[in-house]
């Protein structure tokens, strides 16, 4: 049996142990080719930043990519994709619009970075359909309190679409990583619809605290509590209480195709939690269908 049969077997027997239809994935990546081997390339030299290898285990083909989240039981996930510099957002967009258009499990998804027509291609976005946006703050290099951005986290915030943010220092720091500049953004826009990746890694009670303060603050479980992240970020035994009385703001994340393991290792992560059946229900299937309503739709339609 390869790789890819026991993670489906091993998925499909969770999803019906927990009588769930499948899981929704809110932090996936689908780029443009040419950007997407520019990434690789970062995981494959990215040992010397942490000191451990990051072998890519889904290194496919698009389609081939596409039809193992499929095979694995995922029902919704999103194509998390990111400028470094102005001029790229556009771009990316158009680009994330017809990979949605042509992939209809896809959540559309968008971007943003702080330049002078960031408002208009936000609000394009927006009104062309798009289901969530990331921002990722390490590799973007900027401050979400750029004045350049405002206009464009208010139409965020008016029309409640999620935004999936990198915002935490793993794997390495960076100038506006942390709970601080995202902490500033949120008490100017306190109802954003913000999703911490990677569950704020390391700062994890600091984005915790935001989660708590915040009723539209969201927590993705990209690669924590993986042996792979425990290892370098282990999450605190004692916010386990705090994790699990946040259960309806928990969202399964996995970084597919990025991940150094099989994506049944993310579910089984979870599951040894020992937070309980409900939790881990609302964590791989129910807190992303209630925020993407279009899912429970598309399974009953």
């Not at 953004?185 to 911490?196: D, E, G, S, Y």
């Not at 890694?201 to 990209?222: K, Q, S």
């Not at 599951?271 to 309503?293: C, I, Q």
Request: with cysteine.
């Amino acid at each position: 049996m390869s790789a890819a049969d026991t993670t489906r077997q091993l998925a499909g027997q969770l999803a019906r142990r927990l009588g769930i239809p499948g899981f929704v994935d809110v932090h996936t990546h689908f780029m443009p080719q040419n950007v997407l081997d520019k990434v690789w390339a970062y995981f494959d030299a990215v040992g010397p930043l942490t000191g451990v290898e990051w072998p890519i285990t889904y290194r496919e083909e698009e389609d081939r990519r596409v039809a193992l989240l499929r095979e694995f039981g995922v029902l919704a996930f999103t194509s998390m994709l990111y400028p470094h510099r102005a001029g790229m957002a556009p771009w990316l967009n158009a680009w994330a619009a017809g990979f949605a258009a042509r992939t209809p499990d896809c959540l559309h998804t968008a971007t943003l970075y702080p330049e002078p027509d960031a408002t208009s291609y936000v609000g394009t976005a927006i009104d062309d359909g798009a289901r969530v946006f990331k921002v990722h703050l390490q590799v973007g290099g900027f401050d979400p309190n750029d004045p350049l951005l405002d206009a464009g986290w208010g139409l965020l915030a008016d029309a409640g679409t999620p935004v999936v943010v990198h915002c935490g220092s793993g794997p390495a720091p960076g100038k506006f990583t942390g709970p601080g500049p995202v902490g500033q953004l949120l008490a100017r826009h306190p109802r954003l619809r913000l999703i911490v990746a990677h569950m704020g890694m390391p700062e994890y009670a600091d984005f915790l605290d935001l989660a708590e303060r915040y009723e539209g603050v969201h927590l993705d479980t990209t690669m924590a509590f993986t042996d792979f992240s425990e290892r370098l970020a282990p999450f605190p035994a004692a916010e386990l209480p705090r994790l699990r009385a946040l259960g309806d703001r928990i969202l399964l994340g996995s970084d597919f195709p990025n991940i150094p393991y099989p994506y049944v290792h993310q579910l089984h992560a979870l599951e040894r939690l020992g937070l309980g059946d409900d939790w881990l229900r609302r964590v791989l299937y129910e807190n992303g269908a209630a925020l993407f309503p279009q899912v429970s739709q598309g399974i009953h339609s």
